[in-house]
């Protein structure tokens, strides 16, 4: 299940090969419609980060809330990092997804999704963290 | 394609308008140009308004019509986030240029502050990608904080280059009798501000506004109404994604560079033929980016310049003289009709503000960190 969770899905083209993260319909660089989806890989680096200190409205538990764009193989992904200080938090570091609780929809879900965790703190799977994903 | 040409303005102040609602902000900007114009009465109305939902009104046209008399017009909302001002300029220009009318009055609104920061902040996010950015909670400081930083390492800037833009804009701002932010600073104040997200601190920040501001848009038909038109020689749209993450490039503003090619090569102009310019700074990286995708500036280059002098009153062009989002204030809708308004004085000498010898002018204002932006030239 967790495994599956972890999937990050972009968008490839089949006629220029162009990648993307989010996936789109269509090549934002040819245009192609031709599109698979393919999974990103799992680490990546960190090419420029913020720490959020005036949350947006369901977020204070999560402040300083350290967001990154993070190069994932051929495309990019934005999402928070945990399990790091931020000032410790520097652009070239690598990092590796892992699944973590989000702050509850305007509905009153509890979601969980792909946040990453610096790559030296230890393997994604089977972390004992306590909002980690309930196995 | 028929000519259009600005037959009048008007605007209220920008601020904190506790004790007005939406629609005397709407109204009273309204029917200033509508006096301006000699008292025509339009036949169309266009709203332009990002965020009317948070506060539970929608149906702005109908809600701003009625109020200032014009029962019988017809008349909508556009959108297009922080940009809806210029999506609403766009839109009245085609309704004239198409000939379907030879009146059009476009309102920009905002009314935000009766709510809750917070609230605010996550609804100014909208613009940002609900799937894919907002669920990390990453606000639309962030979002700007993220480029920043990318932009400081690519091209080796300093942050005291790029802050220095606030500084400049809380001086234009302090002379701007319409300006929510009249205190000038120094650079040290913006130092030693907090930090929001890093490296973005508060005065790097443009604040939260209310406001709204009108233009009163006629054909060559009506271009007797005023005996200083100004005309509308270029205009030109265009997107981007809504999400960084998909940008091959992050520093280039692909819809802030090709509207502005759009508006200057319709208009005929050149971009060093523009004297003066009322461009988009959110935040202090925002005009930067502006700057460059616009051409006032190689890529990487705006903050040395504005440290060296450029942009300032006196130099060509001077941008910002209103003071910018950053002083003049940023009442979201309503912006990018603000900036039309202030430019369409300068061109007629009667910004009551920091005045620019103007023949030529440009607008740019944009939605999202860079995902839809609409630029104007205007002649006098």
Redesign the interface.
């Known amino acids: 299940m967790k495994n599956v969770l972890l999937n990050i899905s972009a968008s490839k083209c089949l006629r220029c090969g162009y990648t993307v993260y989010p996936p789109k319909m269509r090549c934002i660089r040819c245009g192609s419609g031709e599109i698979v989806y393919v999974n990103l890989p799992r680490e990546g680096e960190v090419l420029s980060y913020t720490v959020v200190r005036a949350p947006a409205k369901g977020f204070e538990e999560f402040t300083p809330l350290i967001i990154a764009l993070i190069r994932l193989g051929e495309a990019r992904i934005l999402s928070e990092v945990v399990e790091v200080n931020p000032e410790e938090m520097k652009v070239g570091m690598k990092v590796v997804a892992t699944i973590r609780r989000t702050a509850r929809t305007i509905d009153g879900g509890l979601p969980y999704v792909v946040k990453f965790k610096p790559l030296e703190s230890g393997s994604e799977v089977g972390s004992n963290q306590p909002d980690s994903f309930p196995s | 394609m028929r000519g259009v040409y600005v037959a009048g303005v008007g605007m209220t102040n920008v601020g904190r308008h506790t004790n007005t609602s939406l629609r005397d902000l709407g109204g009273i900007a309204a029917l200033k140009a509508i006096e301006e114009a000699g008292n025509e009465r339009p036949e169309a109305l266009v709203i332009g308004n990002m965020l009317s939902s948070l506060i539970e009104q929608e149906n702005l046209a109908s809600l701003i019509g009625d109020h200032i008399g014009l029962r019988g017009v017809s008349g909508f909302k556009v959108e297009g986030a922080c940009g809806s001002g210029g999506v609403a300029i766009m839109t009245g220009y085609s309704l004239i240029a198409s000939g379907l009318f030879n009146k059009v009055l476009v309102v920009g609104v905002e009314k935000l502050l009766e709510r809750?920061?917070?609230?605010v902040?996550?609804g100014l996010?909208y613009a940002a990608?609900a799937?894919?950015?907002?669920?990390?909670?990453?606000?639309f400081?962030?979002l700007n904080?993220?480029?920043m930083?990318?932009y400081m390492?690519k091209h080796g800037i300093d942050y005291e280059e790029i802050a220095e833009w606030s500084v400049l804009m809380h001086r234009n701002g302090s002379r701007n009798p319409f300006a929510q932010l009249r205190n000038e600073i120094t650079l040290e104040d913006v130092v030693r501000s907090?930090?929001?997200?890093?490296?973005?601190r508060l005065y790097d920040s443009c604040p939260l506004s209310d406001g709204a501001a009108a233009v009163y848009l006629v054909s060559e038909k009506l271009r007797r109404v005023n005996d200083t038109p100004v005309t509308i020689v270029g205009i030109g749209n265009a997107l981007d994604?809504t999400?960084?993450?998909?940008r091959?490039e992050?520093d280039d503003l692909l819809a802030s560079r090709v509207s502005a090619d759009k508006a200057l090569r319709m208009a005929k102009v050149r971009v060093e033929d523009i004297d003066v310019a009322e461009i988009h700074d959110a935040y202090t990286i925002t005009a930067a980016l502006s700057i460059e995708s616009i051409g006032f500036a190689e890529r990487g280059r705006a903050p040395r310049m504005w440290c060296e002098g450029r942009f300032s009153p006196g130099d060509k062009p001077t941008v910002n003289p209103s003071g910018g989002l950053k002083a003049r204030g940023h009442p979201v809708g309503a912006t990018g009709v603000y900036q039309l308004a202030e430019v369409v004085m300068q061109l007629r000498g009667d910004f009551p503000g920091v005045k620019v010898p103007a023949e030529i002018g440009l607008t740019q204002n944009i939605g999202g960190v860079g995902s839809n932006a609409t630029t104007v030239v205007l002649k006098r």
Do not use: Q
């Open positions: 809750p920061p917070s609230d902040i996550r996010a990608d799937d894919y950015e907002l669920v990390h909670g990453v606000t400081s962030g904080a993220l480029v930083r990318y390492g907090p930090l929001i997200a890093d490296p973005i994604s999400d960084l993450t998909s091959p992050l």
